[in-house]
């Protein structure tokens, strides 16, 4: 269940985010965009046209479910209509986040949707990271393009164009954003050692059984496009799986984290 916010609860978290965003180069001049949904038809966002790292909350802009301005002295992003379409689409999420990190978005431009199964806590926080097809920056092409992909997916390559994640709160779309521009250089660089070598297929289900325990499981998890291991959701347990996933959710549930 989403927790509605206050306009200056989430105004915290967008700026939070959004500097993180900045330091980390994951966008250059006044690129990406982030957003909160603070209530049905409520959402504060960033403002077209301005550095994500100097912002401040007065910068920030409140709008209706149509993109409309409610409140504010800015123009909401221009990126507006893909930030509501992906809240129309998944009602379990609180925040969309939008830059450019030169890893993951090598990998959009180069066409390679980032969908192995190789490392673990990847596996376990987003699933694999599905490619949308290209749509022209700032129209309608845009949310039609993430339709498909963003039903099933936490994170997700914009062809030609950038990375785009969603989450319960901002940080946790910001975190999940760092998590794909960390697993595109780290895929980059092994590509260039020469092999990428996936996790076997018993091994993945356990990731996913982990993360369907752990409650992350309203999308399908596995890496079905690569054709590497296609481990269906809620597949039947074997022992030895339910004893190793209990383990680890218990960790989890125990507020440790199993694979940091
Ligand atoms: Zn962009």
Same mark, same amino acid.
């Given at each position: 269940m989403r927790r509605m916010l206050s306009v200056e609860e989430a105004g915290e978290g967008i700026l939070h985010a959004a500097r993180r965003m900045y330091e980390r180069r994951y966008?250059?001049?006044n690129d990406g965009n982030l957003s909160v949904r603070i209530s049905d038809d409520r959402l504060v966002v960033t403002p077209t046209g301005m550095s994500k790292g100097f912002m401040s909350r007065s910068d920030l802009v409140v709008t209706d479910m149509k993109g +409309?301005? /409610? $409140?504010?002295?800015r123009k909401p992003t221009s990126e507006i209509m893909m930030h509501i379409r992906a809240y129309e689409l998944r009602d379990d999420i609180g925040s969309v986040v939008h830059a450019h990190p030169p890893y993951a978005t090598a990998f959009a431009v180069a066409g390679i =949707? &980032? /969908? +192995?199964? #190789? &490392?673990p806590e990847v596996i376990v926080s987003l699933g694999s990271i599905p490619l949308a097809d290209y749509g022209t920056p700032s129209t309608e092409e845009v949310p039609r393009s993430i339709e498909s992909v963003v039903t099933r997916s936490d994170a997700l390559l914009l062809r030609n164009h950038g990375v785009m994640t969603v989450g319960n709160c901002v940080l946790d779309a910001y975190h999940k954003l760092e998590t794909v521009e960390h697993f595109a250089e780290i895929t980059f660089i092994a590509r260039h050692l020469g092999s990428v070598s996936s996790l076997a297929h018993d091994d993945v289900r356990k990731l996913v059984e982990v993360r369907a325990a752990a409650?992350?499981? $309203? #999308?399908? =998890?596995?890496c079905e496009e690569s054709g590497i291991c296609g481990v269906p959701q809620g597949a039947d347990q074997t022992e030895l799986v339910k004893i190793i996933v209990e383990e680890v959710v218990k960790i989890l549930r125990e507020g440790g984290n199993a694979l940091d």
């Open positions: 966008v250059a001049a +409309e301005r /409610v $409140s504010g002295k =949707p &980032l /969908v +192995e199964c #190789v &490392l409650g992350g499981g $309203s #999308v399908y =998890p596995g």
